[in-house]
């Protein structure tokens, strides 16, 4: 029993201080909101909303409760002020927020050529992406950010430069998709799930089994196994592992490279990174310069 007190000591310890070498000292950035539509609300689902008395309490709040934007209006231009009482539901008042409450968090960020984005001269519409979302079939994870799943098999290489690629229309870029939060590797899996499913329903036999996400070995790196990320953050720096039992694995051919696909039912494995398989991408919230380009809400 002492010997396992010791231990978790250690691992305590051990885990502390690779908080402190983690701790990245542009995480403010991550959260930087960008005005891109003054008189204007979207209409989409909310997480939260409230009075507040400043824009940075509404940013603020965007940020607790993990919003991928917000509307935003001063008080004075309220068409309505009302008091809610402790004891009363809000929920009378959540259709018709803009009456009422001047700061909306929302699950997620305005599409370019959105219907759901509308005049409102009472509000300002900002979004943690520093422009409308222009990236071809994305899908929103709320709390987390922007995804799309290439269906095209790539090698991990030729998947990661696709991502990294601007889209033709818009300075919108991306990476391989962070993978190491238990909402993340739940909701991507989720994604490949229903793809497979939609692929059933059409009786059509390609299903995804695995996706590249961003998460890679190289031995060059040191002589110890240590997997990183696409911002080449250490996966020591993150609490959360999904390993498929067996993984992740140190055979012949992945002794000295090797890269992470996700399976279908939210599962990590290793794999050959010549291999091609489809992959997740993650839309930045900037791309003009990609040392300034982070990930959604939920790192």
Not at 230 to 255: H, I, Q, T, V
């Amino acid at each position: 029993m002492f010997i396992w007190q010791i231990i978790a000591v250690c691992v305590s310890i051990l885990t502390t201080i690779y908080s402190l070498i983690c701790r990245d000292s542009k995480a403010d950035l991550r959260y930087h909101f960008y005005l891109l539509a003054e008189s204007h609300r979207s209409l989409g689902e909310k997480l939260h909303i409230e009075n507040v008395d400043s824009l940075e309490t509404c940013k603020q709040l965007t940020r607790l409760y993990k919003g991928l934007a917000f509307n935003y209006g001063p008080k004075d231009r309220l068409r309505n002020k009302v008091t809610i009482a402790g004891n009363t539901s809000r929920d009378h008042y959540w259709e018709q927020a803009q009456l009422y409450f001047n700061c909306h968090v929302l699950k997620c960020p305005e599409r370019e050529s959105s219907k759901t984005l509308i005049n409102d001269s009472s509000f300002n519409y900002y979004s943690l992406y520093d422009q409308l979302i222009a990236v071809p079939h994305h899908i929103c994870v709320s709390q987390v950010g922007i995804f799309t799943l290439s269906t095209n098999p790539e090698t991990f290489v030729n998947a990661s430069m696709q991502c990294q690629k601007p889209n033709n229309d818009t300075k919108q870029c991306g990476s391989l998709a962070h993978i190491a939060s238990e909402k993340r590797t739940t909701s991507l899996a989720r994604i490949l799930t229903e793809y497979n499913e939609k692929q059933e329903e059409i009786k059509l036999k390609s299903k995804i089994n695995l996706a590249y996400v961003g998460l890679h070995f190289n031995r060059s790196r040191g002589n110890h196994f240590e997997m990183f990320n696409m911002d080449d953050d250490s996966l020591r720096c993150f609490g959360y592992r999904a390993w498929e039992p067996g993984n992740p694995k140190m055979s012949s051919n992945l002794r000295n490279t090797s890269c992470v696909a996700l399976s279908s039912h939210g599962t990590w494995l290793t794999v050959d990174c010549k291999r091609k398989l489809p992959y997740f991408c993650e839309v930045l919230t900037r791309c003009h310069d990609k040392k300034d380009g982070w990930k959604g809400a939920n790192q």
